[in-house]
């Protein structure tokens, strides 16, 4: 039901939060590093990479959130179907 999926997609939001911030903190070091000539800019790159895939997912699941909440208004908002049809 619409409760469980609403549950569900905040427990999926929390973990990707934390996934970002931990591609955040990865890109922060990865630059930190290239700074001080400890790697070469590829793996700033590569960083940076994972930290965008991990914003576009958080996207991609705040939009579910957001397009569930839509629907389930949509579908409490109906007006009651007739018992019968009207003359």
């Not at 930190?32 to 991609?60: C, I, K, N, T």
């Amino acid at each position: 039901d619409a409760l469980s999926q609403e549950n569900r997609f905040r427990a999926r939001l929390d973990a990707l939060e934390n996934a970002r911030e931990a591609a955040a903190a990865a890109f922060e070091v990865a630059k930190s590093q290239y700074r001080a000539g400890l790697v070469d800019y590829l793996r700033v790159l590569a960083s940076l990479q994972s930290r965008q895939e991990a914003e576009r997912q958080l996207v991609a699941v705040r939009r579910q959130i957001l397009s569930q909440r839509v629907q389930l208004c949509r579908a409490l908002a109906k007006p009651p179907v007739p018992l019968r049809s009207e003359p």
